[in-house]
């Protein structure tokens, strides 16, 4: 079972940027995809960028051209770099490891607000 943890959240003001961490307690090299995810108070859990084994990415689209997902398989660590940020993106950052069948793992997560 992998165990993931998050670090790297925080408050910063409109237009600042932060680098959220991933940790995996073991090898994500053959991790299908590593992702994140975030979830506003009353809101659902959303998609926010995914990178696979084979280093692909995919974004949502509100965050495309500000947000930059990358792995570093020798750290076991995902990273997400967050760029020009706004209001709408405070939310807890939650990572997350799919191994397709076998199915995937969450984080407990990372509060990102972003405030004046």
């Known amino acids: 079972q992998v165990q993931l943890v998050e670090s790297g959240g925080g408050l910063v003001q409109p237009g600042g940027s932060l680098r959220l961490s991933c940790a995996a307690s073991?090898?994500?090299?053959?991790?299908?995809?590593m992702g994140w995810y975030r979830q506003a108070p009353g809101k659902p859990r959303d998609f926010v960028a995914q990178?696979?084994?084979?280093?692909?990415?995919k974004y949502a689209d509100s965050v495309k051209g500000r947000f930059t997902i990358s792995r570093d398989n020798a750290k076991n660590t995902v990273y997400l770099q967050m760029n020009s940020l706004k209001p709408e993106d405070t939310a807890i950052y939650h990572c997350?490891?799919?191994?397709?069948?076998?199915?995937?793992?969450w984080g407990q997560g990372t509060q990102v607000t972003v405030s004046s």
């Open positions: 073991e090898s994500i090299f053959s991790i299908t995809a």
């Open positions: 990178v696979t084994r084979g280093g692909s990415t």
């Open positions: 997350r490891a799919d191994q397709g069948v076998a199915g995937s793992y």
